[in-house]
């Protein structure tokens, strides 16, 4: 029986169950989502596109939750790329300080459910308050053993690659030395594993400059429904169709 038969659906809501063992099943261990469709969800209800990203909170919220019920140990979120500087100063400027409140105010909560705060991206470039909030999250938390939420701030994966590239030169690295390996360990990855499942909300079809060297083998997802309605449903439903493939890693 296939697993889309065998896992079955009851009132709209998946067995916890059957995604749990679809997960331990696959060794489905990272998961990388690109969070879109926040100022579409707003705009197709005539709310401020700042609406959105606040009920984007909330589908983080209920993602991490999620991941923690199914076992799936590595969360990271693409929040704010090196493109995002481009939009209007309000908007900019809103993200950050929601950035700034969301963390302040879900530590505690996140540190009470054992999830471990990471994040990567040029994080020098944001204001120092922000800073402050990320070095204390990652610092409370550093002991902790379950979900690993890594959050990409001013990150770009290009950006990123030139960076790791220049230190690489910095640091001496003889050519005969350099390989996917040692690359890997001057991105700011360095110590998460590759995405398993790339997820992008909104029916958009891109990568957008996200984990470009990481998810050379992920399995992609993209599902219509923006961001702030995704949930543990619409999450089951991305790892029951990541069970159903067969990853070959080019073999």
Known sequence: MEIKE????SEDSYFEKDIIDAVRNTNLKHIAIIMDGNRRWAKERMLPSMMGHKR??????KTTRACSDFGVKYLTLYAFSTENWNRKKEEVDFLMDLLATTLKNELKELNENNVKMNYIGNLTQLNKNLQNILAESTEITKNNTGVVLTVAINYGARDEIVNAVKNIVKDGIKEDDVNPDLISRYLYTKNIPDPDLLIRTSGEKRISNYLLWQIAYSELYITDIYWPEFD????????????????????
Do not use: C, P, T
């Not at 065998?6 to 659906?9: E, F, S, T, V």
């Not at 984007?56 to 919220?61: E, F, I, S, T």
């Not at 543990?232 to 073999?251: D, P, T, V, Y």
């Open 6 to 9: 065998a896992i079955k659906i």
């Open 56 to 61: 984007g909170v909330d589908a983080l919220k």
């Open 232 to 251: 543990k449903n619409a999450l089951a439903g991305a790892i029951i169709e990541f069970a159903s493939r067969q990853r070959r890693w080019g073999k």
